[in-house]
């Protein structure tokens, strides 16, 4: 905890505190088939009383600068509100149509058993979950208005990588072998965003 305390200054407190990855470690590249015609979603309705809470949740991705408002995109997804626990909700996009389109990324994910059996017999272990750790790596910028969505209020695409698109964990995977490249399998065991320190 004290060594927490003495470094607080560089861990990020909020959206706007995190700076993101290095284009140079991560970009999030859709590799699309080019043969594949582009898809625009219908519009979807929903009921009037869920727009304020899909607006407010858009706006705190806005401000956060994880997505931009776009004109005439060639692709264009759904959204899709699922209701939290806690009562909020919880904006996803309905990316299978783009996702159909392309090819699946084989690097490899840790296999959870492994990681779990790597870390018996250590003193201790410090599980971490990177917060927002997908938004933390950018869209390559020829995609992203590939990952455009509708709302009543505009059409808007990520900046930086969603949850829902394929290939995502493998990216991020691929991002936390270049960084944590000599601590893994030794010191660290890395499944997506979810660290094991030993």
């Known amino acids: 905890m ?5 470094y607080h200054d560089v861990l990020a407190w909020n959206y706007t505190k995190m700076l993101g990855l290095d284009p140079q470690v991560a970009v999030h ?6 043969s594949v015609r582009p898809v625009k979603q219908s519009e979807r309705r929903f009921r009037p009383e869920l727009d304020p809470e899909i607006e407010k949740e858009v706006d705190k991705l806005i401000a956060a600068n994880f997505i931009r408002g ?13 209701n939290k626990k806690n009562g909020q909700i919880w904006v996803c996009i309905d ?10 990324d084989d690097f490899p994910l840790l296999i959870t058993e ?3 059996e790597a870390t018996t017999g250590h003193e201790a272990l410090s599980f ?6 997908y938004n933390q790596i950018r869209m390559d910028a020829k995609d992203e208005e ?32 270049h960084i944590f490249d000599d601590f893994l399998r030794k010191r ?9 320190v030993k």
């Open 114 to 116: 492994l990681m779990v």
């Open 2 to 6: 004290s060594l927490l305390h003495e």
């Open 95 to 104: 990316f299978h149509d783009m996702n159909k389109a392309c090819p699946k």
């Open 146 to 177: 590939l990952t455009a969505f509708r709302i009543p209020k505009g059409i808007f695409c990520y900046k930086v990588m969603p949850f829902g698109l394929k290939n995502t964990s493998a990216t991020y995977q691929r991002a936390m072998q």
């Open 128 to 133: 971490m979950d990177w917060s927002s750790g």
């Open 29 to 34: 590249k859709l590799a699309m088939h080019p």
């Open 188 to 196: 660290i065991e890395c499944y997506v965003d979810d660290l094991v």
């Open 70 to 82: 776009v004109k005439y995109p060639s692709w264009i997804a759904n959204i899709v509100p699922f």
